[in-house]
């Protein structure tokens, strides 16, 4: 599979895309003003402990309380009680804890926190609070995962390491020398958090993840890439620094971006990013996808569109659904969109095409990083998917709900507007109630013209009910919404 990774690196933002096979399937944003803290562990402070939501607010420094749960707390250290693991025999306001956020803040919610802390490497997970070791699922030859394996547990015997670790796909091929110096790497983070963790503070960063360019690169610089393209000097220096000292073997493959084109307009990045943003997306047989976000979910509508097919009804609807349920894997992990995903396929007679578009589905979101479960397609044609969410959406990361609409989606049309108009021209002219009694009216041009055309006679009428004379300015700053109604 071919995978190249893009990096524009400017003033206070970083973003980088993976394209697999020339389509654009990932982007990440990084804003110096608004960094994720997923990763990071901080020496908390424990705010409050809630026994009948046996969790805890726990303050680590930003704007609003993290959230821990007891099911996020590792079991119970030496000395403590196993058979009560319940927070309030664990923790009491004023504590420090280790944590790491899982989750970021996201609308009202703070973050989400965990005291099971993994450090990450190029190679290996160190989790020094669980003492396991396990090996990526996508490391497929089961020769490969048995090595692995044993070369991870004898050498954490010969250091003689707590807790345990994960060996990432990245490892695959990967020599016990490699490994071994990730895990002494490793043991001096862990060593050196602890060491902190002792004399900081409490609401203090004490381990901090990479800058996202050199994320990239530990997470993804795998042989399948064929190239990581960077548009800025700095930043492609401090990319081989990196790579020359954990993955040498691919230095060659880190590539300066200096043409007059900027990088991401050259691959159509910026253009994918600005379709990404909008509800409606196409389907290459002349079908379409609308793709809406709430507060509680995300729901996905299937539609054959202009797409009339060449056989009959039943094959043109699961050609349909096939194409959307391999788009809607890859729309999923551009946008980000996490928590409760319903899918509204279209209807399907046949068992053996129902089955098919969920064998789709389930191969299409096989290659996703977040982790994903699919619900059986209902009497409905609806399937219900759940996606690990960490970070917001790209939509909430790039937009802001609109002035205009208050985040519905929609405004009110001039003609309701005028209505509304006529009502609190009433009430305002009923609170003054005297024969001399002027109004003026600001509002939006496109409102001015519904009073003095389509709805002048109502206009008129309404006046001369109240009794008072009405004045009319538009406001071209104005929102489609607004208006004010003035006692001169």
């Known amino acids: 599979m071919r995978v190249e990774i893009l990096v524009n690196a400017g003033p206070g933002e970083t973003r980088a895309a993976q394209i697999e096979r020339g389509v654009l399937q990932d982007i990440h944003i990084q804003r110096d003003a608004t960094a994720s803290a997923v990763s990071n562990i901080y020496l908390g402070v424990v705010q409050r402990v809630l026994a009948g939501m046996q969790a805890a607010f726990v303050d680590i420094g930003l704007e609003r309380a ?5 099911s996020d707390m590792v079991r119970a250290e030496a000395g403590d009680d196993r058979d009560t693991p319940r927070i309030e025999k664990r923790l009491r306001a004023g504590d420090r804890i280790l944590v790491q956020v899982t989750r970021d803040a996201m609308g009202t919610k703070g973050a989400r926190l965990t005291t099971d802390l993994a450090i990450p490497s190029r190679f290996l997970v160190y989790m020094p609070h669980t003492p396991r070791i396990g090996v990526s699922a996508r490391i497929e030859s089961e020769e490969e995962r048995s090595r692995l394996f044993d070369a991870v547990t004898d050498l954490k015997r010969a250091l003689d390491l707590p807790g345990g670790f994960i060996v990432r796909t990245v490892a695959d091929g990967a020599p016990a020398a490699a490994l071994a110096a990730d895990m002494r790497f490793l043991a001096t983070v862990w060593a050196d958090i602890q060491e902190q963790a002792q004399h900081v503070p409490g ?65 159509g990045i910026e253009d994918a990013i ?95 990083p977040a982790k994903t ?48 108009l006529f009502r609190e021209i009433t009430r305002r002219a009923r ?45 071209a700053l104005y929102g489609p919404e607004q208006f004010d109604v003035v006692v001169m």
């Open 373 to 420: 479960s699919i619900g059986q397609l209902s009497n409905l044609g609806l399937v219900e998917i759940t996606r690990k969410r960490t970070r917001e959406s790209l939509e909430h990361l790039l937009c802001a709900p609109c002035e205009a609409c208050g985040g519905r989606g929609y405004v009110k049309t001039p003609e309701t507007i005028t209505f509304e």
């Open 66 to 70: 993290a959230f821990l749960q007891v």
């Open 274 to 368: 600005q379709r990404a943003l909008q509800p409606k997306v196409p389907l290459k047989s002349g079908g379409f996808l609308i793709i809406e976000q709430t507060e509680a979910m995300v729901t996905v509508d299937v539609n054959t569109g202009g797409f009339v097919g060449t056989r009959s009804l039943e094959q043109t609807v699961l050609r349909t659904n096939l194409e959307a349920a391999q788009t809607v894997a890859r729309q999923l992990r551009l946008r980000n969109l996490g928590g409760i995903i319903v899918i509204d396929f279209i209807d399907m007679v046949d068992a053996d095409h129902k089955q098919q578009v969920l064998a789709q589905l389930a191969a299409a979101l096989a290659a996703d």
């Open 203 to 267: 609401e203090t960063l004490v381990y901090g993840d990479l800058p996202l360019a050199i994320r990239m690169l530990r997470d993804l610089l795998t042989p399948d890439v064929s190239a990581v393209i960077i548009d800025d000097a700095r930043a492609w220096q401090e990319m081989i620094g990196f790579t020359r000292r954990f993955a040498p073997e691919f230095t060659d493959r880190l590539l300066l971006h200096d043409e007059a084109t900027p990088l991401f307009a050259q691959y």
């Open 431 to 475: 609170l003054r109630p005297h024969d001399d009694a002027e109004l003026l009216v600001l509002a939006p041009p496109d409102t001015i013209d519904q009073l003095l055309d389509s709805q002048a006679d109502a206009f008129r009428q309404v006046c001369a009910d109240a009794g008072v004379t009405v004045r009319l300015q538009a406001e």
